[in-house]
């Protein structure tokens, strides 16, 4: 399966995506999903042990860009080592 079409189908449900980790999610007004994050249960958002993903959409609501928080040597990472309540200050890229 397409990594687009993956994103497309764990959109409509982010338990699908969560994998059995917790996972907190934000919305635009057209209710896309702009950030997605995991971590394991019990991890608080400001803890350095979440995974986040951002998403970027065409103008039919169409994932066009799902990209990983960027560490500080500014590599993107799908590790699990950013806080959820710093989402918006990371920089994003493929992982």
Same mark, same amino acid.
């Given at each position: *399966?397409?990594?687009? @079409?993956? $994103?497309?189908?764990? =959109? %409509?449900?982010?338990?699908? =995506?969560?994998?059995? =980790?917790?996972?907190?999610?934000?919305?635009?007004?057209?209710?896309?999903?702009?950030?997605?994050?995991?971590? *394991?249960?019990?991890?608080?958002?400001?803890?350095?042990? $979440?995974?986040?993903? %951002?998403?970027?959409?065409?103008?039919?609501?169409?994932?066009? %860009?799902?990209?990983?928080?960027? %560490?500080? @040597?500014?590599?993107?990472?799908?590790?699990?080592?950013?806080?959820?309540?710093?989402? @918006?200050?990371?920089?994003?890229?493929?992982?």
């Amino acid at each position: *399966m397409a990594s687009t @079409e993956f $994103w497309q189908r764990g =959109l %409509k449900n982010p338990q699908l =995506l969560s994998g059995g =980790l917790q996972f907190r999610a934000t919305y635009d007004g057209s209710n896309n999903m702009i950030y997605f994050g995991q971590s *394991m249960p019990n991890v608080a958002e400001s803890d350095f042990e $979440w995974r986040i993903v %951002k998403f970027t959409y065409d103008g039919s609501s169409n994932i066009t %860009k799902s990209e990983f928080a960027r %560490k500080s @040597e500014n590599i993107a990472s799908a590790d699990f080592n950013f806080a959820w309540d710093q989402r @918006e200050q990371y920089n994003y890229g493929p992982a």
